[in-house]
């Protein structure tokens, strides 16, 4: 068994949640706040939960048919004898009846294996809610994260418009001044105009991500806590896949649910094959009537009838029935251990997926890092350019625009490679609640939007 893994939770992201909505009229929610929520109220966990619960009481049906059981009867009786010459001569009686019986199963082989089958599949609706638990941490970290990342595109739209606003004045004044042509204004006015239609649909996408947020919790999600601004991400731990795989291919729940599945398959084939075998029972039965024996006219006075015995029953012919469940049973059973190697192959894959995801996307974190100082570097440098009228406005705009793509795509990057770590560890099977708290560490209750205009960027500073 592979030794316990890790991925060291961290995240360097702009905290832009802060600007969508006032401070005085949000409440500030951080992620373990809304994960509370979520375990609550979260409708497709309760239904994990509720039916994990309803297959628990497998078992104790399942032994109830191996416990004895008793029955009690009572009927009422009217008996009218005529002749049927004339119909007119006859005699009515009436009576009462009553019986007790208990019967004790002492040898029933398919039922035996039917409590063996339910013990499978309960404990195969525990690995459920496991799953459930994993995913809801898994729906929530990206329900969250994909709220900030909307707000981040916002955030950066709303930044590089007043960039370019800037730039059409300036266009405009040096139009005036007689130093450039009204292109540069047509040019400026353009893509201040394609922006404003994105920060309609950044409004939008805020929305919906909200919305999606907020059908997971049953509530409208207050300000969020954004993100610590310079903790990197670390990379997975261990950092050899093999590990990671290893632990995936036996620890993955989908694969320990299709083990079960399996066995429960194979528990069906020895039900099915129990359908051959005799089967032996004690019964008790005792019982009265206010004129007979409950087994049959009796003379003289009333009597209380009691027999005990074994039943014997030994299957002979059933019109191949049996034979057909057996067969049918066996494909099943090939059936579950079919999906048991793709649950095992779906699991390694997964694993190497987000494994990569992580790896490469600490590598992309670091290339949008550069590109990001570069690009702030060449706009300065464009800027400068046109102020000395050595550069031209679209110079100007088209630095602007790959300064503010790069930075979203940077904070994309980074929401992108901490949902990989926490992938990965579900693909492992070791995802947890405790994995939650380690994220809600990195969140900085409180803090406004960062300042994302060029020249004030917190990043180019570390």
Do not use: C
Request: charged share 20%.
């Amino acid at each position: 068994m592979p030794a316990p893994l890790s991925v060291g939770i961290g995240l360097a992201a702009l905290a832009l949640a802060g600007g969508l909505f006032p401070a005085h009229a949000q409440t500030t929610q951080d992620l373990l706040q809304i994960w509370n929520a979520a375990r609550q109220r979260d409708p497709v966990y309760a239904a994990a939960r509720a039916q994990s619960r309803a297959e628990q009481e497998k078992i104790p049906q399942a032994r109830a048919r191996l416990l004895p059981y008793i029955t009690a009867g009572g009927a009422a009786e009217v008996d009218n004898t005529r002749r049927l010459q004339n119909l007119r001569h006859g005699s009515t009686d009436t009576r009462g009846l009553w019986n007790l019986t208990l019967t004790q199963p002492i040898v029933n082989l398919g039922d035996w294996d039917r409590l063996k089958q339910s013990e499978f599949i309960a404990r195969s609706a525990e690995l459920g809610v496991r799953q459930a638990h994993q995913e809801l941490i898994l729906r929530v970290a990206q329900a969250y994260f994909d709220v900030l990342a909307a707000q981040d595109a916002l955030h950066t739209l709303q930044a590089q418009k007043q960039a370019v606003a800037a730039q059409l004045q300036a266009a405009k004044k040096g139009f005036e001044l007689g130093s450039t042509t009204i292109a540069d204004t047509y040019e400026a006015q353009s893509r201040l105009d394609l922006l404003n239609a994105s920060e309609l649909q950044a409004h939008n996408a805020v929305q919906v991500s909200q919305d999606q947020l907020a059908k997971i919790i049953n509530e409208r999600p207050g300000q969020l806590a954004g993100l610590d601004a310079k903790t990197r991400l670390p990379p997975p731990r261990p950092g050899n896949l093999g590990d990671w795989t290893a632990q995936a291919s036996q620890a993955n729940l989908a694969v320990a649910r299709a083990q079960l599945a399996a066995k429960v398959s194979e528990k069906q084939i020895d039900i099915a094959k129990s359908g051959h075998a005799p089967t032996l029972s004690l019964y008790a039965q005792t019982g009265s009537t206010s004129d007979r024996g409950i087994y049959g006219v009796q003379n003289g006075p009333r009597s209380l009838d009691t027999t005990v015995g074994l039943q014997l029953s030994i299957p002979i012919y059933s019109g191949g029935e049996v034979s057909s469940q057996v067969r049918e049973q066996t494909s099943r059973l090939q059936q579950a251990r079919y999906e048991l190697e793709a649950a095992k192959r779906q699991a390694v894959q997964s694993t190497q997926q987000y494994f990569s995801g992580v790896t490469s996307g600490l590598a992309q974190i670091e290339a949008l890092l550069a590109a990001e100082k570069s690009s702030l570097a060449s706009l300065n440098a464009n800027r400068t350019g046109y102020e000395i009228g050595v550069r031209v406005n679209i110079d100007v705009l088209n630095a602007q625009q790959q300064l503010y793509e790069t930075r979203r795509a940077l904070f994309r990057a980074r929401y992108d490679t901490l949902m990989h770590s926490l992938r990965l560890k579900a693909s492992s099977g070791i995802l947890n609640e405790s994995d939650i708290v380690a994220v809600n560490r990195l969140l900085e209750t409180g803090r406004g939007a960062a300042d994302t205009r060029p020249g004030l960027n917190p990043t180019l500073d570390d």
